[in-house]
């Protein structure tokens, strides 16, 4: 027997929603900010309530039941009313937040980011804790749909379904060599392409990334002499040879505060590197999610663009 409308706790009927879209428990529970045990006992009380499974596992999957798929439009919708009612009405204050932002991106962008974001976030939210994960591009879109990351920055991607992105920056490429190489004073494009190169790569074999640009051009391949995973251990090299390093601009200026190494401009017009922030869509009119996606945003904007300020 169903209970009253009265008794009812409608927080379930947001596990319901969670555990459809994610597909799993532990999805639902990153979702929703809320431990795996909890979503668990949430799910056992609807399954009561309903007197229905509503989700069986399928491997590693939840899959609905007939009974969920034909009221799960219904409940999304009023769970979408509820939330636009809550969303106009309401206004919550950052410094009461106390749950972990988990931020997809690469070591570049967490170097370039991270500083600037961690100082902002500490004044507005000092009990916010970041977590940094690398997201294959590959996954971009399961990783934010089974809420493994809150958002992910990345290059430009093309995404499909209920993937959301926005522009953040435009990043140009610089090259990076050591102080006092006899480039510092005059590289064009002759004495680029007869220098050596460090490359970093996530793996050995992968193709040059600009290798389209310098085909364009008439080029051939760079003298890549180096392939290593990280861009502060390529710089490293860098700063003790003669060899160079093509990187996003932003982070070579930071090097240069850590490192003995001058940056110089690329010698050919390469189109700029567009960076983006993605989401779900489901977070969309979460006020919450709404505060941290401008507050990320925000941060990312700042030292992307601060940096080019100080040139």
């Known amino acids: 027997m169903l209970p009253s409308f009265s008794r009812l706790d409608l927080n379930l009927f947001r596990v319901m929603d969670a555990v459809y879209a994610h597909g799993g428990i532990s999805g639902a529970a990153r979702h929703l900010h809320l431990s795996q045990p909890a979503v668990s006992h949430a799910l056992a009380r609807l399954r009561r309530i309903w007197g229905d499974p509503l989700f069986v596992r399928q491997g590693n999957q939840m899959v609905p039941t007939e009974l969920t798929r034909r009221v799960i439009g219904e409940v999304q919708a009023h769970l979408r009313g509820l939330q636009s009612v809550l969303a106009q009405a309401g206004h919550f204050d950052p410094a009461t937040l106390d749950m972990t932002l988990r931020l997809g991106m690469?070591?570049?962008?967490?170097?370039?980011?991270?500083?600037?974001?961690?100082?902002?976030?500490?004044?507005?939210?000092?009990?916010?804790?970041?977590?940094?994960?690398?997201?294959?591009?590959?996954?971009?879109?399961?990783?934010?749909?089974?809420?493994?990351?809150?958002?992910?920055?990345?290059?430009?991607?093309?995404?499909?379904?209920?993937?959301?992105?926005?522009?953040?920056?435009?990043?140009r490429l610089s090259v990076l060599l050591r102080r006092g190489h006899p480039l510092c004073r005059r590289m064009d494009v002759a004495s680029y392409f007869a220098s050596r190169h460090v490359m970093v790569t996530l793996q050995?074999?992968?193709?040059?990334?600009?290798?389209?640009?310098?085909?364009?051009?008439?080029?051939?391949?760079?003298?890549?002499?180096?392939?290593?995973?990280?861009?502060?251990?390529?710089?490293?090299?860098?700063?003790?040879?003669?060899?160079?390093?093509?990187?996003?601009?932003?982070?070579?200026?930071?090097?240069?505060?850590?490192?003995?190494?001058?940056?110089?401009?690329?010698?050919?017009?390469?189109?700029?590197?567009?960076?983006?922030?993605?989401?779900?869509?489901?977070?969309?009119?979460?006020?919450?999610?709404?505060?941290?996606?401008?507050?990320?945003?925000?941060?990312?904007?700042?030292?992307m663009h601060g940096a080019h300020d100080l040139e």
């Open 106 to 171: 690469r070591d570049v962008l967490e170097a370039i980011t991270l500083p600037p974001l961690v100082t902002r976030l500490t004044e507005l939210a000092p009990r916010l804790r970041l977590a940094s994960v690398r997201v294959p591009r590959e996954a971009l879109e399961r990783s934010l749909t089974q809420g493994e990351v809150d958002l992910v920055i990345d290059r430009q991607r093309r995404v499909a379904g209920r993937i959301r992105g926005e522009h953040l920056a435009d990043e």
């Open 204 to 303: 050995p074999e992968q193709p040059d990334p600009l290798q389209a640009v310098w085909s364009a051009h008439g080029l051939g391949e760079r003298d890549v002499i180096l392939r290593c995973q990280h861009y502060f251990a390529a710089a490293n090299v860098v700063a003790h040879s003669d060899a160079l390093l093509t990187l996003p601009h932003t982070y070579a200026e930071q090097l240069t505060r850590a490192l003995p190494l001058a940056v110089c401009d690329l010698p050919l017009a390469v189109p700029p590197i567009g960076i983006w922030m993605y989401w779900h869509a489901d977070r969309e009119a979460d006020p919450v999610h709404r505060w941290m996606r401008e507050s990320v945003a925000r941060g990312a904007r700042d030292a």
